[in-house]
T-cell receptor, first 114, second 113 residues
Framework: NAGVTQTPKFRVLKTGQSMTLLCAQDMNHEYMYWYRQDPGMGLRLIHYSVGEGTTAKGEVPDGYNVSRLKKQNFLLGLESAAPSQTSVYFC?????????????FGPGTRLLVL | GENVEQHPSTLSVQEGDSAVIKCTYSDSASNYFPWYKQELGKGPQLIIDIRSNVGEKKDQRIAVTLNKTAKHFSLHITETQPEDSAVYFCAASRGGTASKLTFGTGTRLQVTL
């Protein structure tokens, strides 16, 4: 099992460009999450999904969109990138059903917006 | 919403010594408290967790304690080794429909020889 994988590993964008980050998990998990990690701020939840076809906003959703068309994939989109979106993005998944489920994280995508 | 504070932000200990990282949370309804370890260039990995019906949990050299009344929980690492050097995050969750975690800001632990 590969666990949680993320594509790409690193990307440089110019302000105003768009891109999609792909997260895939092979653990048949119901729940998937997108976080961003900034220095001194820990991990902050952007969006999450409790099942195929569902999405919900997290703590910092502005400027991002997500889709969960297949259970194993969770896509994070930036329609018009801004320098403030320079960050490391982590995807995670969990089996679900309540706050006690372990979240498994991917290796991260480092995004630089110029 | 939940707010989790974590201290210290950096911690340096000698190999073999103990390390303690402390977190406080604000939401009295939180009932799940995991600790994650993040090595350089990698994603966070769960190392231990505790639920609100338990006061302490141990796993070899790692232990976590929870004080629900004071709303704080701590990670204890004994007999530290160089491979314990990493960034550690605490988190808290209320549970419910989705296990949304609120993370602390992290502690960079360095174990020196």
């Amino acid at each position: 099992n590969a666990g949680v994988t993320q594509t790409p590993k690193f990307r440089v964008l110019k302000t105003g460009q768009s891109m999609t980050l792909l997260c895939a998990q092979d653990m048949n998990h119901e729940y998937m999450y997108w976080y961003r990690q900034d220095p001194g701020m820990g991990l902050r939840l952007i969006h999450y999904s409790v099942g195929e076809g569902t999405t919900a906003k997290g703590e910092v959703p502005d400027g991002y969109n997500v889709s969960r068309l297949k259970k194993q994939n969770f896509l994070l989109g930036l329609e018009s990138a801004a320098p403030s979106q320079t960050s490391v993005y982590f995807c995670a998944s969990s089996a679900g059903s309540g706050g006690g489920e372990t979240q498994y994280f991917g290796p991260g995508t480092r995004l630089l917006v110029l | 919403g939940e707010n989790v504070e974590q201290h210290p932000s950096t911690l340096s200990v000698q190999e073999g010594d103990s390390a303690v990282i402390k977190c406080t949370y604000s939401d009295s309804a939180s009932n799940y408290f995991p600790w994650y370890k993040q090595e350089l260039g990698k994603g966070p990995q769960l190392i231990i967790d505790i639920r609100s019906n338990v006061g302490e949990k141990k796993d070899q050299r790692i232990a976590v304690t929870l004080n629900k009344t004071a709303k704080h929980f701590s990670l204890h690492i004994t007999e530290t080794q160089p491979e314990d050097s990493a960034v550690y995050f605490c988190a808290a969750s209320r549970g419910g429909t989705a296990s949304k975690l609120t993370f602390g800001t992290g502690t960079r632990l360095q174990v020196t020889l």
